[in-house]
């Protein structure tokens, strides 16, 4: 009897072991909350892939700024709205009309 008692024992351990093992991962922080962060991650390095290709397109801006005084003309006159003489510049409406 003290035989099968034991064994009882130790089956309802591993038993309620199971038990815990599957309630904690059906959890939030769990197979669940694992998979959420692995796409977080996955999304966050998208966005940061991004933002590094932005950053290197500006940083290349600013070279062609520094380097070529056409450029640099080419930027004064439109942020400006200055003309060389002799010029006509033609504003178009953006479409929105009140």
């Known amino acids: 009897m003290r035989i099968s008692a034991v064994k009882t024992l130790y089956a309802l351990i591993v038993l309620c072991g199971i038990l815990y093992a599957f309630i904690v991962l059906r959890g939030p922080n769990g197979i669940p909350g694992m998979f959420d962060k692995r796409r977080l991650v996955r999304e966050y390095e998208i966005s940061n892939q991004q ?8 940083q290349e801006r600013i070279r062609r700024l520094e380097n070529d005084p056409a450029e640099q003309e080419m930027e004064i006159r439109q942020r400006m709205k200055l003309a060389r003489p002799g010029e006509k ?10």
């Open 89 to 98: 510049i033609y504003i178009l409406g953006d479409g929105k009309s009140k």
């Open 51 to 58: 933002l590094e290709r932005e950053i290197e397109q500006k």
